[in-house]
């Protein structure tokens, strides 16, 4: 069973930007001291060119004592709160709109009233007279504050409206994909992801793995094999390591509706790429391989799943496949030559498919290889089970362009495990994984 990962993408609750930076947009003039509360400005004549709009002479009056009180480090900040809806009614034109907003985002960090935060906001917006880039900021906490409401849609609206302002400073991205995971959307989310990620990937950057590795999450946590299996592919692809090719295999293999053989190539890849760990994988694999089929196969698994520690020799399934496979693997040794003759000449491809199964068990996987195409020639009830091992054949023979190739050819639903192990081969040739981006500061 997949363990769950604890990875979030940076747009998750945990990761966006601490409310300080808020804070911080109000300096360099838009700062509570900075804001010049004045009359309203008229020109003496016609002639003259008309000033900036200035404060509105009622809500100056309205404002003075409540900035007094704000802009002093021991005011009594709860009686400000008090004087809101005073001021809020005294409000004339977009000036006052951006001089109360900025105040009430003060006003509201120093009370930690996330409310009056987000009121503050809303009217600096509304005011329409700060720069795009505190617009942008802006908007981006408004989906904070919406998304820790678990009001996704409105969360989702601002995000992108931080997008839109330019904002950079935290990736909205992956929060908007966020949004639809909250909203229970998993499709529509792993796509918005997915068109994330490639879009990364276009313009020559590696996205982090934080971010595949919440989609392989989702997909998990939704049950959606292909979404897993696209995941999964990305993962191994940017950051080739075992610890992602644990997640993968181990999402895949639960999702996907893999018949028993199915099941047993997944488990052949987790074996190459060194993942293959609990007991009940190694008990799967013997299963599905058979003592009695795949002697030689088996004692190798049974060897290493003791080496891992997953098994002992006294185990009942170890003790009673070992002495199955160990008088098998002789059988087939001495009779696999006779079996890959009589496999020529038969009508059908069912003898070559048994000749491939007994040279792959004994590790001969040119020959393996050979019969496996003899078998697809006369015909086969499983070509794209025969395909799959043809390709693994072939990459263990030493032909991985060859293996690359033949598994392209595989369809159905054991299209999936024929992806994983072309990224298999391609990883086998990628230089070593750069380390993942960093994350944004927790807040």
């Known amino acids: ?51 900036a709009e200035g404060n509105s002479a009622a809500f100056a009056a309205a404002y003075a004592p409540f900035q007094t009180i704000v802009n002093n480090p021991a005011g009594d900040f709860a009686a400000a709160k008090a004087m809101v809806p005073t001021i809020q009614a005294a409000i004339q034109n977009s000036t006052d709109k951006n001089t109360f907003g900025l105040a009430l985002i003060s006003l509201g960090g120093k009370l930690k009233d996330i409310p009056l935060e987000k009121q503050g906001i809303e009217l600096a917006l509304d005011g329409g007279k700060i720069s795009n880039a505190q617009a942008g900021l802006f908007h981006f906490f408004l989906g904070k504050f919406a998304y820790d409401e678990k009001n996704y849609a409105e969360a989702r609206t601002q995000f992108q409206a931080a997008q839109q302002a330019g904002y950079t400073d935290n990736d909205a991205r992956p929060a908007i994909a966020e949004t639809y995971f909250g909203s229970n959307q998993a499709v529509e989310g792993l796509k918005y992801l997915s068109d994330v990620i490639k879009q990364e990937e276009a313009a020559g950057r590696k996205a982090p793995n934080d971010w595949m590795l919440r989609g392989l999450q989702v997909a998990y946590q939704a049950r ?24 993968s295999l181990q999402v895949i293999r639960a ?67 070992k002495t199955t496979a160990t008088t098998r693997v002789a059988l087939d040794r001495k009779d696999a030559p006779a079996l890959a003759a009589d496999a020529k000449s038969a009508a059908n491809g069912s003898t070559a498919q048994g000749a491939g199964d007994a040279f792959f068990s004994l590790g001969d996987y040119a020959q393996a290889a050979a019969m ?72």
């Open 1 to 51: 069973m997949y363990r769950k990962s604890t990875h979030h993408v940076a747009g998750s609750r945990k990761r966006f930007a601490p409310r300080a930076v808020l804070a911080a947009a109000l300096a360099s003039g838009m700062a509570l001291g900075g804001v010049a509360v004045s009359a309203p400005a008229f020109a003496k004549d016609k002639k003259e060119a008309p000033k």
């Open 224 to 247: 959606l094999a292909p979404q897993a299996a696209e995941f999964s592919e990305m993962l191994v692809h940017d950051y080739p390591s075992q610890k992602s090719w644990l997640s």
């Open 255 to 321: 999702v996907s509706p893999f018949d028993p053989q199915g099941q047993l190539d997944m488990l052949r890849l987790m074996r190459a790429t060194g993942t293959l760990k609990e007991r009940n994988e190694y008990v799967e694999y013997i299963q599905a391989a058979d003592p009695r089929l795949m002697a030689g196969e088996v004692l190798a698994v049974l060897d290493e799943g003791v080496k891992a520690g997953a098994l002992t020799t006294s185990d009942p399934i170890y003790t009673e496949a």
């Open 372 to 443: 496996y195409q003899l078998a697809l020639d006369k015909g086969v009830k499983d070509r794209d089970m025969i395909l799959t091992r043809l390709g693994i054949s072939q990459l263990n023979a030493g032909q991985p362009d060859q293996a690359k190739a033949t598994l392209q050819r595989v369809g159905g639903t054991r299209a999936t495990i024929a992806r994983m192990w072309q990224a298999y081969i391609d990883s086998k040739n990628a230089p070593p994984a750069p380390p993942a981006p960093p994350a944004p500061p927790a807040a």
